[in-house]
């Protein structure tokens, strides 16, 4: 069992990254998908701009051109689509992680 000032410790700590990954990460303009691409777009902050296969993605598999035009950026870095109950996150996106972690590891054994 961790002490009291061992946790505040944790705390702060994990309070410190979270205030570094805002600073260090900027957040979801749009996001729209391409039927004819099969992919969903994602603008950034900063002017950047990136795609990703929604096929790809944990969730959106077997979704209709209709549901996956749905999404909605939720947050500073989410992803949603209400239809599909799907949610991902654009850092993770970006990183290359498609979904849950099984997802992952069969895909890139070296995400830890």
Not at 76 to 91: I, N, Q, S, T
Request: glycine share 8%.
């Amino acid at each position: 069992m961790l002490s009291e000032t061992e946790l505040k410790k944790q705390l702060d700590a994990a309070r410190q990254r979270g205030r570094t990954r805002i600073e260090n990460t900027p957040p979801v303009l749009s996001a729209e998908y391409d039927a004819t691409t099969g992919r969903v777009t994602v603008e950034l902050s900063n002017g950047a701009k990136f795609e990703f296969p929604a096929s790809r993605a944990h969730g959106l598999q077997g979704a209709t051109h209709a549901q996956l035009a749905q999404v909605e950026v939720i947050g500073r870095y989410g992803l949603h689509w209400e239809d599909l109950d799907a949610d991902l996150g654009v850092p993770e996106l970006m990183d290359g992680i498609f979904g849950r972690q099984k997802y992952d590891f069969q895909t890139n054994p070296t995400c830890n």
